[in-house]
């Protein structure tokens, strides 16, 4: 968490506050420009994306059913790369819903995991 310090986004990790500033630069391009673009960036900064969106993990303060549901207001599905352990969710988030999911108050720090449980399916060659 040291790393955040300097940040303007001081729950998000500085690679994903990276990617969330990047995709607003690429998000109006066509489909097949925009994927192009997110895979190659994750590829560059070591980030696993699947289907445009970032494996994400996320500390909580609150894992309820209730909060868990609330998620989804961030695009957050239970998919394929959608787990959960203790006060850590590992989940798939549209590089646009970073920074607001690092704002909601019960949400302590999103990082890329160390150890992402979902493969990627997209690559750049």
């Known amino acids: ?11 998000l990790q500085d690679r994903l506050a990276s990617a969330a500033t990047y995709y607003e630069s690429v998000k109006t391009c066509s489909s097949d420009t925009l994927t192009t673009c997110l895979a190659k960036y994750a590829k560059d900064n070591r980030l696993t994306i699947i289907d445009n969106k970032i494996l994400v993990e996320i500390f909580l303060a609150d894992t309820s059913a209730a909060f868990l549901k609330r998620l989804s207001k961030f695009g957050i599905t ?13 989940a798939l988030v549209s ?17 890329p995991p ?7 399916k997209s690559t750049v060659h």
């Open 1 to 11: 968490i040291a790393e955040a310090q300097s940040s303007p986004h001081p729950k």
């Open 78 to 90: 239970k998919d394929k790369g959608f787990g959960r352990l203790n006060y850590r969710v590992q």
């Open 95 to 111: 590089p646009g819903q970073l920074i607001a999911l690092s704002k909601d108050r019960h949400v302590r720090w999103v990082q």
């Open 114 to 120: 160390d150890e992402p449980h979902a493969q990627p």
